[in-house]
Structures are given as C-alpha cells and as structure tokens.
C-alpha cells in the first residue's frame, strides 16, 4: 500500500441551492426550489480587485449534460486559476448516468435547464423539446452578457442552436468532448462513418476551437479537420488533493468495511456493470490468473444490470476471492476504495476518456486498459505503469495481468503510475488550455510571459524510469 499523507485543511464554504430553470411541471430532484429566470441568482464571486474597479471578469459559461464530481472539480481547479474569468455550468439533463448525490455550492455557479421530454439519447425524437430549453438557454445568456461558450458535446439540437447563436452575435464557442482518435476508428463503419465525417467536420469548423481531453482527443479533432492553433486542451479529473490525502487510517476503515485481507493484493474495478465495460472479460481473465497468483483477488466498484450475472460467472472455489461493492457515492470512500487495491483494469469495448484512469494514477495503482481507453494514451506508457491490450481479447487481457501483477513490477509500475500522472498534468494543464483559447478569441489581455500553445499529439519523450525512484 501507498504511504498516507496528512490531511488538508478544509476552507468554509458557502452552499446554496442549485439553481434550477425548467420546464413546467419539471422536478428539480436535488432540491425543493424551482427558481424562475427572473430569479436567477447571480453570485459576487469576482473578488475586492473586480469590485474596486479593475477590468471585470470575463463570463464563460460550460454547458453540461449533467453535474458529476468531476465538473465540480474542474470548476473550481479552473477558479483557483484564473481570477479574471467568471465562469458558470449550466446543466440540460436531470440526471446522469450514476447516482451521484453531490452537494451543490455556490462556487460552481449551478444553473439547471431541462424539459422533461428533452435530453433523449435519440436527438429527433428529442428534437423539439431541446429546441425550448436551447431558447431558455440562450436568453439566460443574454441576460448574463456571456462572452464565450463551452459545448460538452456536440450531438442534439440544443448544441446545435447555440453554436448557430453564437455565429450570429459574435460569442466564442468551443466544443470540449472526451472523443478519441482509436475508439473512433474502431466502432465507425461505412455509411455511419461518412455520416459521422460531414457533420463533426461541419460542426468543428463553426467552433471558435476545440477541447479536447487529451492526446487522442487532439487526434480525433486533427483527422476531423481542425487545425492545430484551434486546440485547447481542458481535461477534467477529479479532487487529486484528495486522493493524495488519504490517510493509512482511512485505509485500515475502508479494509474492514470491506471485510478486505490487507496482506493480499487487489485487481480493482470502478464502473457501471453494463456491456460496453467487458467486466465479463476482466472475470474470465481472473479465473485464468488466479492459480498463478494465489495471493491476489478481485474488487468490482459499481452497479448495473449485469452484476448477478457476472457474479454467476465466477467459478464457486473462486468467489470468496472476488468482492462486489456496490456504488460508492460518497468521494472520500472511493477515495480510500483505490488505496485498497494495486492495479486498477479498465477492458471497456468503449470508453472515450475513463477518468478512472486519473483516480488510479492519482491513487498509485498499475494501470491495464483495452487499447480504445482514451486515457491510456497519455496515462500508461507500456511496461512502465501498466499495459493495455487488445480489446474484446481475454487472451491479452490475460497476458496484460500476468506481467503487471509479476512480483518483480508491481511495487514499480505503482510507483511510476504518479510519474506519468504529473507529466500529464503539467502537460494539459485545463487552466493554461481555457486561457489559450480566451487569449485566441481577444477575451483577456495578453500578460508579457504567456503559456505554450495547445502541445502535439504526442509527448516530446515518455517518462524515464528512473524518474519514479
């Protein structure tokens, strides 16, 4: 196990509601308030210097799906920052795709819009209720005198109508998306890849820029023709403060809770239990690992529809060493959930990003991730912090686990896990790429020393090994 830090003081914070603009009839599941636009808070978060006169802040305003964990911490990463931008996180779904029961604050500067028929995996049928809520979006935009926009996404309508309000009244606007270079050249086929090639081209040349996560998300941007000058990084990840703070005592709780052998070592899991995640294949490489490694066992983090028959699919001599935790909600357990394992295995068929990647770096764990992770492009360098592997093949997934969990480089491929993170984070600092593209777009004066323009594709070296030493 990793050493334990001390833990951090924790500044006060002021909690408000989440502000809430839906449709009638819509429930706001967070909180009881349901605010009108006329209502609309707006924060004084700009500082004595904003307020005694100098040059105000620039409003930016990140159009969500939904809150995660994630875009709270990249929120307030990017606050911290950049003083001179006010930056807002307007949200156009109720609910995500995991139960996070997050505590919304006054520092994220929440604004929800949502019809309860909108927001539908299938844009036509969604189409008209997205129309609205774009309507609503926009005004709010107006109200606000926003200056640039970042779309998180760019598939419906409510995308589309904003970057077309945009165009017309001279607003940035970028696309920021976890897309990636290889899980697009392995599901993308035929009709839907001609389909699929006009519109993103379409879309990212009416983009002021584009953000992608990384260096396969840079790719991606590239092969849909946007040029090198329009691409400004800004990765998400989660509290890394937190993840290093851990204490061994918060470790030891979490083992117990889990009733968890501290002695052994752990391949960890974190994710729904659905299809496209191949924990199937993680199970079925286990069961070919485990006589070989009859001091490691399996930890499977998350909820979904096929967790009873993944739990069938474990031989019975097997399943006292395979463990299911359910859906850890609270941040500082998953935090401690990590510590509690050594390699983490992420074998989705797709996964455009997989910040669990980060949350493993973070923790100090080997890495191994079928080769469509978008992560793993940055965040494993091959038989220095993990492997990754064919995907769909439990044959490589198999090969993959049997060298990571090798006595011999376990201990060092954990170790250099924080190596390859650091180098990545200086590297796609979400800070300098949202100043690059607000300094692009003239939205903030250029200081005497600016930072690097947005990096190629890939980094000038890998980390050295010695370097985790």
């Not at 409003?59 to 995660?68: C, K, R």
């Not at 899991?269 to 191949?278: A, F, I, P, Q, W």
């Not at 800070?431 to 980094?459: K, Q, T, V």
């Amino acid at each position: 196990m990793n050493g334990a830090h001390p833990a951090p003081a924790v500044a006060p914070s002021f909690r408000a509601p989440l502000t809430s603009f839906s449709s009638p009839g819509a429930v706001d599941h967070h909180h009881d308030l349901t605010m009108t636009a006329a209502a609309l808070p707006v924060f004084d978060l700009s500082g004595p210097a904003a307020r005694q006169g100098a040059r105000a802040p620039v409003p930016v305003a990140f159009i969500h799906l939904n809150t995660t964990p994630y875009w709270q911490s990249l929120h307030r990463d990017l606050a911290r920052a950049l003083p001179e931008v006010e930056l807002w996180n307007l949200y156009t779904r109720s609910e995500g795709d995991q139960p996070w029961e997050l505590q919304q604050e006054a520092d994220v500067r929440p604004v929800r819009f949502f019809h309860p028929k909108g927001g539908s995996p299938r844009m036509l049928k969604a189409a008209p209720y997205d129309f609205i809520t774009a309507a609503r979006i926009i005004r709010w935009l107006r109200d606000h005198r926003v200056k640039a926009v970042v779309l998180f996404g760019y598939n419906d309508v409510i995308r589309l109508r904003l970057l077309v309000w945009c165009r017309l009244h001279a607003v940035a606007c970028f696309v920021a998306s976890d897309s990636n270079i290889r899980d697009d050249i392995e599901h993308v086929r035929r009709l839907k890849r001609i389909v699929k090639n006009a519109y993103v081209r379409a879309f990212a040349g009416a983009v002021t820029g584009a953000m992608p996560f990384g260096s396969t998300g840079i790719a991606y941007f590239r092969r849909y023709g946007v040029a090198r000058h329009r691409i400004f990084p800004l990765p998400p990840g989660p509290d890394y403060d937190r993840f290093a703070n851990i204490t061994r005592e918060q470790i030891d709780a979490k083992l117990a809770a889990l009733r968890l052998d501290p002695a052994r070592k752990r391949l960890l899991y974190v994710g729904r239990l659905v299809d496209r995640k191949r924990v199937d294949l993680l199970i079925d490489a286990f069961v070919h690992l485990a006589s070989d490694r009859p001091n490691w066992d399996l930890l499977i983090v998350g909820n979904g529809p096929e967790r009873d028959a993944l739990i069938a699919r474990i031989p019975t001599h097997l399943r006292p060493r395979a463990t299911f935790a359910g859906f850890v909600n609270d941040p500082v357990d998953i935090a401690c959930v990590y510590r509690c394992a050594n390699a983490l295995v992420l074998p989705s068929s797709y996964e455009p990003w997989g910040l669990v990647v980060n949350e493993a770096a973070a923790s100090g764990l080997a890495i191994v991730t079928s080769d469509v992770v978008g992560a793993s492009g940055d965040l494993v360098i091959e038989g220095f912090n993990g492997r990754t592997f064919k995907s769909g093949s439990v044959d490589a997934l198999h090969a993959a686990l049997v060298e990571v969990t090798h006595p011999d480089r376990i201990v060092r491929m954990q170790t250099a896990s924080g190596v390859v993170l650091a180098a990545f984070r200086e590297r796609f600092d979400p800070a300098r790429g949202l100043r690059n593209a607000l300094l692009a777009s003239h939205l903030l004066e250029r200081a005497a020393a600016d930072p690097a323009p947005a990096p190629d594709a890939r980094p000038a070296r890998a980390p050295d090994p010695s370097d985790a030493f």
